[in-house]
């Protein structure tokens, strides 16, 4: 294993420029290269469903939104409250100590106006995502734009959808408020709220 | 090479179905077990490794979503596509590169929660040439079993062993708290059980369990300043892959085992695995990959699994028990965290701490997972308590 | 922290950057495995182990993808194993590969990357909506296009960035690609054809985007020992880093990738440097996005928070005339962006330019320490890898 056999002599440097750029493999096909039987291929459809057990902290949050509510737990190590809930901080890695109510309005940390679908087509109306922070009912406070600790914001947010009249409008630093799916609609999912609207 | 040692270990039982927890509450849970067992908090780990698929997820990287309910933020983190033993092989490299002391490794099933399983195992299959024939991925361990059993001399004497193995591992089962199907099996059971994928009947396939287990490793000098709990020892550790090409695999010998084993032995310094080997936990998704990989590993003579088995040599009264813990046919299937329960087991035993299951003489023990089909990958690992 | 054993690159190789390959995962995993070995003289049966980096299945659209692609990356009958931190892979794959032999398992490594996106209908995009969380964000109907423009936006808007400075980035990497025998969207543009280029998701423009690609990429690493008697030019892997953050977005303020910094400094303390912005001589950042590169420069501590548009700006980053070149190859943006293999892909051209290889890309005075990183998952993980030659 120690000493050089016959295969490993001293390379000569066989470098990217050696290897003239018509010896690099890969060749690209076109779309047409498919419809013109100019290529095999096999198509699959893969069929996998899944059903995720949301657990004690999403199934929670879950069932308040069906409600019209917003909750979070709380740590009392590093004073964050946690939203989405978790039953564990990940920064002090020990259980939560309480449930906490959250307001319904919150800050915008971060928007985008989004002209694409998830298959890249076109749309007309487009999507505005944000990362909101979600307003705290009891101190500490919820995120403003300078608060960046090393937790990020003490009151923690959820990335979700904005719908405002003219986007070019739209601020970092703005304040929305939640527009909830009547109560008869809710299910229980992060859609009972249907977007956030900017509040003055 | 600097030594390595497991520290601690923490798992959940491993159940059918765990609907009241997430997976990340389930690894958090483990978690906390196993830094308890170590004596260490979290911020003390210096390095995580877990084992995972996307598609048991039903996540695209799945990577993303790990450190949380480790304790991992902002750490080295990553996730390796194999079983529980490469991730611990992996950790055992990373500390004796000298880059870390402290390295958790962690993998967790919650296979309850995919609906389709058969589709999920389809899609592993090469999509070309494998996937179109529309049959069941668990078809080639059928096929297998049939290989294996045309290679052996004496026919017979096999359906009797693999009844044996069965038998064995759901009993054994019953002892182990962390185990989802302990079973007593009755002749009459295991006759009227239906054939799944003739020859496999659906008791010597192993079902499917959730489960998380956590492990940390630390390095020896490490493990000197601390007063945790007694150290089991990473004497050797091995892992191969033959090909995923169907036409080219060895279908009778699994190659895959003897190669990984062949790595580990050197690695540990074992010429003499019969004598110097006390038990061992060795894959058993099917029953009759006991027997297979018993043999590849050098237990017995290829083609012989069989005797050993009907001589009793692999009870957890005999000379050389195999798979105390009940295997996966006993714990449950669980993906990648097979492996991580095999290792639960063995460091119990080497710590004198398995209760009703305690060898009285246990001081080396080997772990050898397979990724199932349609992998021919299989990892080795060898434990000792000095 | 002194690692057991000094590691090498050997060898490198890679596969043309193409939007749809007619050459099958494994044919192009081998194809560069193939090259790699070939240039560094040794042959399958001296390979020790083998790593494998690939990142999400649903492209190549086979579950256990790993396994499917084994043989196509010499892993036959040896230990072989795919490690996987989304997009961060292609730098992690030689790291993992690293502690293989500085532990002293293993003399020689054969790392490879590979991606084929193109199989994913009915666009490999689609195959990024599972990566959100399942029960928060899938039903919103997310798409990948968000995660890159809200973190640019608060970029932009932090530190008061105008568009016009990181469209710069785009115009520079796809020019310096033009260079790349590889490169599948190099060419001549200007700041202009960036702005005049579609809004996708504001505020990012298509021309900001680095394209879907098929391709791979491949190293050799060897012990210092082997590494001595195949080569009289090792180029020494000097430091190590990576870190993974928590996905939870209001954890961290997405102007600064503080992942990178954590993984930068783990490389840098161990490489020894303690000023990189005057030790490193190139840097390869992960350019998915042009925003991403001077995201990236900031995190990598070779600029200032907030002024990397401006050190680009004043021409610091130029490959030709910069003090520090920035992504010489033409990065993702210029040579193409097949997920695990585009981090490859600037660990092999670190490889060729501290060799002097790098014919028309070569960035003058002898450079002799670089630095890749890439990055990846939801946008938290940072891989950083620093060579050096003697």
């Known amino acids: ?200 | 090479m600097r030594k390595v040692a497991i520290i601690g270990i923490g798992a959940t039982k491993a159940k059918a179905k765990t609907p009241s927890v997430s997976y990340k509450e389930l690894t958090y849970e483990a978690a906390k077990l196993a830094y308890k067992d170590a004596h260490i908090g979290h911020q003390e780990i210096d390095s995580f490794v877990t084992l995972a698929e996307d598609f048991n997820e039903g996540t695209a990287i799945f990577d993303e979503y790990t450190p949380d309910q480790l304790g991992a933020v902002l750490k080295p983190m990553q996730t390796i596509c194999h079983d529980g033993l490469v991730g611990i092989a992996n950790a055992y490299m990373q500390i004796a590169s000298g880059l870390f002391d402290i390295v958790v490794v962690e993998s967790h099933s919650k296979i309850s929660n995919i609906k389709n399983k058969a589709s999920l195992e389809h899609y592993a299959l090469d999509p070309n040439w494998v996937a179109p024939l529309n049959m069941p991925a668990q078809t080639l361990a059928a096929l297998e079993a049939n290989c294996y059993a045309q290679s052996l001399s004496v026919n017979g004497q096999l359906k009797e062993a693999l009844r044996s193995v069965v038998t064995k591992n759901k009993s054994n089962a019953k002892k182990n708290p962390y185990a989802a199907y302990p079973q007593t099996v009755t002749s009459k059971e295991y006759e009227k059980s239906p054939s799944r994928f003739t020859p496999l009947k659906d008791i010597e396939i192993a079902h499917h369990a959730d489960g998380a287990c956590v492990v940390v490793l630390a390095s020896e000098d490490r493990i000197q300043k601390s007063n945790g709990s007694s150290p089991v020892w990473i004497l050797g550790a091995g892992w191969s892959t033959e090909t995923s090409e169907i036409g080219s695999k060895d279908w009778t010998r699994a190659t895959y085992a003897k190669n990984a084993a062949t790595m580990a032995y050197k690695m540990a310094q074992i010429s003499d695995p019969k004598k110097e080997i006390d038990f061992c936990e060795i894959d058993d998704t099917y029953a009759f990959k006991e027997l297979q990989h018993l043999e590849a590993l050098g237990a017995c003579q290829p083609g012989e699994a069989w005797k050993l088995t009907l001589d009793e040599v692999t009870q957890p009264n005999g000379k050389h028990p195999v798979n105390v813990s009940g295997g996966s046919l006993g714990m449950g299937e669980l993906l990648e965290a097979k492996g991580l329960y095999q290792v639960l087991e063995i460091v119990s035993q080497l710590r004198g701490q398995a209760g009703k299951r305690q060898l009285a003489h246990a001081r080396r023990g080997l772990a050898f997972a397979w990724r199932g089909v349609p992998t021919t990958s299989g990892a080795c690992l060898i434990l000792g308590a000095n | 922290m002194k690692p057991y054993r000094k590691v090498a690159i050997v060898g490198a190789g890679i596969t043309k950057f193409v939007h749809k390959a007619k050459e099958t995962p494994k044919e192009l995993s081998w194809a560069a495995s193939k090259m790699a070995l070939d240039s560094s003289g040794l042959k399958l049966k001296n390979i020790d182990a083998v790593v494998h980096g690939t990142a999400p299945d649903a492209f190549d659209g086979v579950h256990m993808k790993g396994e499917y692609l084994s043989e196509g990356s010499g892993g036959w009958n040896k230990p072989y194993l795919r490690c996987y931190v989304g997009g961060g892979t292609g730098v992690f794959a030689p790291l993992e590969a690293w502690y293989h032999i500085a532990s002293g398992a293993f003399d020689t490594c054969l790392v490879v990357c590979e991606e084929k996106m193109s199989s994913c209908q009915p666009h490999p995009q689609s195959a990024f909506i599972n990566i959100f969380d399942n029960f928060l964000e899938r039903p919103l109907g997310p798409n990948l296009l968000w995660i890159f423009s809200l973190e640019m936006h608060r970029y932009m808007a932090t530190y008061g960035l105008k568009l016009e400075d990181i469209a710069k980035v785009s115009v520079k990497n796809k020019k310096n690609a033009m260079a790349h025998p590889s490169a599948q969207v190099s060419g001549e543009i200007t700041v202009q054809d960036v702005m005049n280029s579609e809004v996708l998701a504001w505020p990012v423009h298509r021309l900001m985007v680095s394209p879907t690609t098929d391709g791979a990429a491949a190293v050799i690493l060897a012990s210092e020992e082997r590494a001595k008697q195949l080569t009289d030019k090792p180029v020494w892997i000097d430091g190590v880093g990576w870190s993974l953050d928590s996905a939870y977005w209001t954890n961290r303020d997405l102007s600064f990738p503080r992942y990178v910094e954590k993984a930068a400094r783990m490389a840098y303390d161990m490489a020894g440097i303690k000023e990189p912005k005057k030790e490193i001589h190139i840097a390869e950042p992960y350019d998915p996005f042009a925003y991403k590169e001077l995201h990236h420069l900031e995190g990598l501590l070779l600029s200032d928070k907030g002024k990397a548009p401006e050190d680009l700006a004043l021409g610091r980053f130029d490959r030709a005339t910069g003090n520090l070149p920035v992504c010489p190859s033409g990065g993702l943006l210029g040579v193409g962006n097949p997920i695990a293999a585009a981090g490859m892909m600037k660990v092999c051209e670190l490889f060729w330019q501290l060799r002097g290889e790098a014919g028309a890309r070569q960035v003058r005075g002898k450079p002799r320490k670089a630095v890749a990183q890439a990055w990846g998952d939801l946008m938290q993980v940072g891989t950083v890898i620093v060579c050096g030659v003697n």
């Open chain 1, 1 to 200: 294993m120690n000493a050089l056999s016959k295969d490993q002599t001293m390379s000569e440097s066989t470098t990217l420029e050696t290897t003239a750029t018509n010896k690099l493999v890969g060749t690209n096909l076109r779309s047409r290269d498919f419809r013109t039987g100019g290529v095999f291929f096999e198509v699959a459809k893969p069929k996998l469903e899944y059903a995720w057990d949301t657990g004690k902290a999403i199934g929670k949050f879950l069932t308040e939104l069906k409600k019209g509510k917003i909750v979070g737990t709380y740590c009392a190590q590093c004073k964050r409250t946690l939203v989405p809930p978790r039953m564990f901080c990940e920064l002090c890695f020990k259980d939560i100590d309480k449930w906490v109510p959250l307001k319904d309005t919150g800050v915008i940390q971060t928007f985008s106006v989004c002209f694409i679908t998830w298959d890249m087509k076109r749309v007309k109306n487009p999507q505005i995502p944000a990362v909101i922070t979600i307003d705290t009912v009891h101190p500490p406070e919820a995120g403003s734009l300078d608060k960046t600790t090393p937790g990020g914001w003490r009151g923690g947010g959820f990335m979700h959808l904005v719908k405002v009249k003219d986007w070019k409008s739209l601020k970092i630093g703005d304040r929305v408020k939640a527009v909830w799916k009547p109560k008869a609609q809710r299910k229980g999912a992060i859609t009972d709220i249907k977007y956030f609207e900017v509040i003055k």
